[in-house]
Protein backbone atom coordinates (compact mmCIF):
# COMPACT_ATOMS: atom_id res chain seq x y z
CA UNK A 1 0.00 0.00 0.00
CA UNK A 2 1.62 3.41 -0.96
CA UNK A 3 1.19 5.57 2.41
CA UNK A 4 2.21 9.16 1.95
CA UNK A 5 3.88 11.05 5.68
CA UNK A 6 2.50 14.32 6.74
CA UNK A 7 4.52 16.39 8.85
CA UNK A 8 2.94 20.09 10.50
CA UNK A 9 5.51 21.73 12.79
CA UNK A 10 3.67 24.44 14.28
CA UNK A 11 5.15 26.88 17.29
CA UNK A 12 3.71 24.18 20.55
CA UNK A 13 2.95 21.41 18.44
CA UNK A 14 4.39 18.72 15.99
CA UNK A 15 1.45 17.06 14.33
CA UNK A 16 1.50 14.16 11.89
CA UNK A 17 -0.59 12.01 9.78
CA UNK A 18 -0.52 9.20 7.56
CA UNK A 19 -2.42 8.64 4.19
CA UNK A 20 -3.29 6.37 1.75
CA UNK A 21 -3.85 6.37 -2.31
CA UNK A 22 -7.39 7.76 -1.93
CA UNK A 23 -6.25 10.74 0.46
CA UNK A 24 -7.86 8.40 3.28
CA UNK A 25 -5.98 9.28 6.95
CA UNK A 26 -4.62 5.99 8.22
CA UNK A 27 -3.22 7.24 11.52
CA UNK A 28 -2.49 10.59 12.88
CA UNK A 29 -0.93 11.62 16.11
CA UNK A 30 1.03 14.94 18.05
CA UNK A 31 3.72 15.67 20.31
CA UNK A 32 5.35 18.62 21.41
CA UNK A 33 7.57 20.28 18.92
CA UNK A 34 11.16 19.72 19.92
CA UNK A 35 13.84 22.01 20.75
CA UNK A 36 15.04 22.67 17.42
CA UNK A 37 15.18 21.51 13.60
CA UNK A 38 17.31 18.83 14.23
CA UNK A 39 15.47 17.04 16.88
CA UNK A 40 12.11 17.44 14.44
CA UNK A 41 14.02 15.96 11.71
CA UNK A 42 14.96 13.39 14.28
CA UNK A 43 11.16 13.24 14.88
CA UNK A 44 9.77 13.24 11.76
CA UNK A 45 12.82 10.23 10.93
CA UNK A 46 11.35 8.06 14.08
CA UNK A 47 7.67 8.14 12.44
CA UNK A 48 8.37 6.29 9.24
CA UNK A 49 6.78 2.69 8.97
CA UNK A 50 7.31 0.35 6.23
CA UNK A 51 5.17 1.46 3.17
CA UNK A 52 5.83 4.88 3.67
CA UNK A 53 6.68 6.14 0.09
CA UNK A 54 6.95 10.19 0.68
CA UNK A 55 7.29 12.85 3.13
CA UNK A 56 5.86 16.19 3.43
CA UNK A 57 7.07 18.80 5.94
CA UNK A 58 5.10 21.74 6.42
CA UNK A 59 6.84 24.64 8.38
CA UNK A 60 5.92 27.96 9.96
CA UNK A 61 7.79 30.27 7.60
CA UNK A 62 9.73 30.81 4.55
CA UNK A 63 11.83 28.13 2.89
CA UNK A 64 13.34 27.51 -0.46
CA UNK A 65 11.51 24.27 -1.76
CA UNK A 66 13.91 23.18 -4.70
CA UNK A 67 16.35 22.83 -1.91
CA UNK A 68 14.17 21.63 1.04
CA UNK A 69 16.06 24.19 2.82
CA UNK A 70 14.16 26.77 5.94
CA UNK A 71 14.92 30.22 5.52
CA UNK A 72 12.60 32.20 7.87
CA UNK A 73 10.86 30.19 10.35
CA UNK A 74 10.24 32.76 13.76
CA UNK A 75 8.02 30.63 15.56
CA UNK A 76 9.08 27.13 16.76
CA UNK A 77 11.81 26.96 19.50
CA UNK A 78 15.48 26.84 17.70
CA UNK A 79 17.32 28.33 15.22
CA UNK A 80 16.03 27.16 11.62
CA UNK A 81 18.18 30.02 9.28
CA UNK A 82 19.26 28.04 6.38
CA UNK A 83 18.50 24.62 8.04
CA UNK A 84 18.93 21.67 5.39
CA UNK A 85 15.67 19.76 6.40
CA UNK A 86 14.83 18.07 3.34
CA UNK A 87 18.23 16.97 2.93
CA UNK A 88 18.33 15.80 6.58
CA UNK A 89 15.38 13.78 6.52
CA UNK A 90 15.72 12.38 3.02
CA UNK A 91 19.26 10.93 4.09
CA UNK A 92 17.50 10.02 7.46
CA UNK A 93 15.16 8.18 5.47
CA UNK A 94 15.88 7.24 1.70
CA UNK A 95 13.03 8.76 0.76
CA UNK A 96 11.82 11.96 -1.10
CA UNK A 97 11.25 14.66 0.79
CA UNK A 98 8.90 18.06 0.34
CA UNK A 99 9.59 21.50 2.21
CA UNK A 100 6.55 23.40 1.94
CA UNK A 101 5.05 26.37 4.00
CA UNK A 102 2.51 25.17 6.33
CA UNK A 103 0.14 27.46 5.44
CA UNK A 104 0.15 26.19 1.85
CA UNK A 105 -0.30 22.60 2.93
CA UNK A 106 -3.28 23.76 4.99
CA UNK A 107 -4.61 25.17 2.13
CA UNK A 108 -4.09 22.24 -0.37
CA UNK A 109 -5.24 20.09 1.69
CA UNK A 110 -8.82 22.19 2.15
CA UNK A 111 -9.04 22.98 -1.49
CA UNK A 112 -8.55 19.27 -2.35
CA UNK A 113 -10.49 17.42 0.22
CA UNK A 114 -12.07 20.08 2.99
CA UNK A 115 -14.31 23.51 2.91
CA UNK A 116 -12.97 24.68 -0.53
CA UNK A 117 -13.14 21.51 -2.28
CA UNK A 118 -14.88 22.23 -6.03
CA UNK A 119 -13.81 26.04 -5.72
CA UNK A 120 -11.17 27.45 -7.82
CA UNK A 121 -10.47 30.74 -6.19
CA UNK A 122 -9.88 30.71 -2.27
CA UNK A 123 -8.30 32.81 0.26
CA UNK A 124 -6.86 30.84 3.64
CA UNK A 125 -6.08 32.17 7.43
CA UNK A 126 -4.42 29.80 9.68
CA UNK A 127 -4.64 31.27 13.29
CA UNK A 128 -2.16 29.19 15.50
CA UNK A 129 1.15 30.59 17.32
CA UNK A 130 1.32 32.36 14.21
CA UNK A 131 -1.03 33.44 11.69
CA UNK A 132 -0.39 31.89 8.06
CA UNK A 133 -2.51 32.40 4.64
CA UNK A 134 -3.01 31.34 1.34
CA UNK A 135 -4.05 31.60 -2.11
CA UNK A 136 -5.70 29.82 -4.22
CA UNK A 137 -6.27 30.64 -8.11
CA UNK A 138 -7.69 28.87 -10.72
CA UNK A 139 -7.65 25.69 -8.81
CA UNK A 140 -3.98 26.45 -7.60
CA UNK A 141 -2.01 27.01 -4.35
CA UNK A 142 0.01 30.00 -5.41
CA UNK A 143 3.13 29.49 -3.85
CA UNK A 144 5.64 32.71 -4.34
CA UNK A 145 9.43 32.19 -4.62
CA UNK A 146 10.36 31.61 -1.09
CA UNK A 147 7.02 29.79 -0.86
CA UNK A 148 5.97 32.69 0.84
CA UNK A 149 2.73 34.32 -1.00
CA UNK A 150 0.04 34.67 0.77
CA UNK A 151 1.29 35.83 4.15
CA UNK A 152 -1.90 37.62 5.33
CA UNK A 153 -0.36 37.26 9.31
CA UNK A 154 1.98 40.18 8.36
CA UNK A 155 -0.50 42.81 6.89
CA UNK A 156 -0.73 46.12 8.40
CA UNK A 157 -3.81 45.92 11.07
CA UNK A 158 -2.50 48.97 13.32
CA UNK A 159 0.78 50.97 12.46
CA UNK A 160 0.98 51.68 16.02
CA UNK A 161 0.24 48.82 17.06
CA UNK A 162 2.75 45.93 18.94
CA UNK A 163 6.27 44.33 17.20
CA UNK A 164 5.75 41.62 15.15
CA UNK A 165 8.50 39.16 14.70
CA UNK A 166 8.64 39.99 10.94
CA UNK A 167 9.89 43.58 12.11
CA UNK A 168 6.89 45.29 11.50
CA UNK A 169 4.56 46.86 14.23
CA UNK A 170 0.74 46.02 14.36
CA UNK A 171 0.60 42.92 11.97
CA UNK A 172 -2.51 40.85 12.22
CA UNK A 173 -0.34 38.11 13.91
CA UNK A 174 0.08 40.54 16.90
CA UNK A 175 -4.03 40.32 17.19
CA UNK A 176 -5.09 37.38 16.32
CA UNK A 177 -2.42 34.44 16.76
CA UNK A 178 -3.28 32.77 20.23
CA UNK A 179 -0.22 34.55 21.92
CA UNK A 180 -1.81 37.73 21.24
CA UNK A 181 -5.05 36.85 21.96
CA UNK A 182 -3.84 35.97 25.76
CA UNK A 183 -1.81 39.08 25.65
CA UNK A 184 -2.67 41.87 28.78
CA UNK A 185 -5.22 39.21 30.13
CA UNK A 186 -5.27 38.42 33.43
CA UNK A 187 -5.59 34.68 34.36
CA UNK A 188 -5.38 32.85 31.13
CA UNK A 189 -2.67 30.60 29.98
CA UNK A 190 -4.58 29.68 26.34
CA UNK A 191 -6.34 31.50 23.65
CA UNK A 192 -9.19 28.92 24.33
CA UNK A 193 -9.36 30.00 28.17
CA UNK A 194 -9.76 32.98 26.42
CA UNK A 195 -12.54 31.92 24.11
CA UNK A 196 -14.43 30.11 26.87
CA UNK A 197 -14.64 33.26 29.37
CA UNK A 198 -15.77 35.44 25.98
CA UNK A 199 -18.81 32.81 25.71
CA UNK A 200 -19.42 32.95 29.44
CA UNK A 201 -20.18 36.69 29.45
CA UNK A 202 -16.18 37.88 30.50
CA UNK A 203 -16.21 41.35 28.73
CA UNK A 204 -12.38 41.75 28.17
CA UNK A 205 -12.18 38.14 26.75
CA UNK A 206 -15.14 39.54 24.64
CA UNK A 207 -12.95 42.24 23.60
CA UNK A 208 -9.86 40.21 22.65
CA UNK A 209 -11.72 38.20 20.19
CA UNK A 210 -13.25 41.07 18.58
CA UNK A 211 -9.95 42.77 18.32
CA UNK A 212 -8.48 39.55 16.71
CA UNK A 213 -11.84 39.35 14.37
CA UNK A 214 -11.46 43.10 13.24
CA UNK A 215 -7.37 42.45 12.55
CA UNK A 216 -8.58 39.79 10.26
CA UNK A 217 -11.30 41.33 8.71
CA UNK A 218 -8.63 44.38 7.72
CA UNK A 219 -6.66 41.92 6.47
CA UNK A 220 -8.60 39.49 4.57
CA UNK A 221 -10.57 42.77 3.34
CA UNK A 222 -7.45 43.95 1.96
CA UNK A 223 -6.47 40.79 0.57
CA UNK A 224 -10.00 40.42 -1.10
CA UNK A 225 -9.80 43.93 -2.69
CA UNK A 226 -5.83 42.84 -4.52
CA UNK A 227 -6.80 39.86 -5.40
CA UNK A 228 -11.31 39.76 -6.50
CA UNK A 229 -11.63 36.47 -4.38
CA UNK A 230 -14.69 36.70 -2.29
CA UNK A 231 -14.37 32.96 -0.69
CA UNK A 232 -12.36 32.44 2.35
CA UNK A 233 -11.59 29.47 4.91
CA UNK A 234 -10.18 29.72 8.26
CA UNK A 235 -8.73 27.18 10.05
CA UNK A 236 -6.00 26.34 12.87
CA UNK A 237 -5.52 25.99 16.73
CA UNK A 238 -7.58 29.23 17.28
CA UNK A 239 -10.03 28.62 14.30
CA UNK A 240 -12.58 26.74 17.10
CA UNK A 241 -13.42 30.67 18.19
CA UNK A 242 -14.11 31.71 14.51
CA UNK A 243 -17.53 32.28 15.59
CA UNK A 244 -16.75 34.77 18.30
CA UNK A 245 -14.68 36.61 15.65
CA UNK A 246 -16.78 36.68 12.97
CA UNK A 247 -19.26 40.02 13.98
CA UNK A 248 -15.79 42.50 13.90
CA UNK A 249 -14.66 40.92 10.49
CA UNK A 250 -18.02 41.10 8.86
CA UNK A 251 -18.35 45.31 10.16
CA UNK A 252 -14.75 45.15 8.22
CA UNK A 253 -15.76 43.96 4.89
CA UNK A 254 -19.02 45.39 4.72
CA UNK A 255 -17.32 48.49 5.14
CA UNK A 256 -15.76 47.69 2.41
CA UNK A 257 -18.14 46.41 0.42
CA UNK A 258 -18.89 48.54 -3.08
CA UNK A 259 -15.54 47.43 -3.76
CA UNK A 260 -14.94 43.87 -2.39
CA UNK A 261 -18.34 42.71 -2.99
CA UNK A 262 -20.04 39.57 -1.19
CA UNK A 263 -17.65 37.71 1.03
CA UNK A 264 -18.19 34.27 2.70
CA UNK A 265 -16.08 32.62 5.59
CA UNK A 266 -16.04 29.23 6.24
CA UNK A 267 -14.39 27.23 9.03
CA UNK A 268 -11.95 24.50 7.98
CA UNK A 269 -13.50 20.96 7.38
CA UNK A 270 -10.16 19.13 8.19
CA UNK A 271 -9.71 20.11 11.80
CA UNK A 272 -6.61 20.51 13.28
CA UNK A 273 -4.71 17.61 10.86
CA UNK A 274 -5.40 19.39 7.41
CA UNK A 275 -1.52 20.89 7.70
CA UNK A 276 -0.16 17.31 7.92
CA UNK A 277 -2.84 16.41 5.46
CA UNK A 278 -1.50 19.00 3.28
CA UNK A 279 2.23 18.17 3.94
CA UNK A 280 1.62 14.94 2.57
CA UNK A 281 -0.11 15.48 -0.42
CA UNK A 282 2.51 17.86 -1.42
CA UNK A 283 5.04 15.36 -0.23
CA UNK A 284 3.58 12.52 -3.42
CA UNK A 285 3.81 15.01 -5.77
CA UNK A 286 6.72 16.07 -8.06
CA UNK A 287 8.59 19.23 -6.90
Known sequence: MVTRLGVDVGGTTVKWAMLGADHEVLGSGSAPTPPGPGAVVELARGLVREGVTSIGIGLPGHVDRAAGIARFVPNPPGDWTDFPVGPQLSAGTGLPVAVVNDARAFALAELRTGAA?????????????????????????????????????????????????????GCVETYAAAPAIVRGLDGFATAAAVAAAARSGDREAAAAMSRAGRALGVALGDAAALLGIGTIVVGGGVAGALDLMLSAMRDEFERRRPLIGDVTVSPAALGPW?????????GGEPQ
Open 117 to 169: RGRSDVLFAVLGTGVGGAVALGGEILAGPRDNLGEVGHITADPSGPPCCCGNR
Open 274 to 282: AGAIGAALY
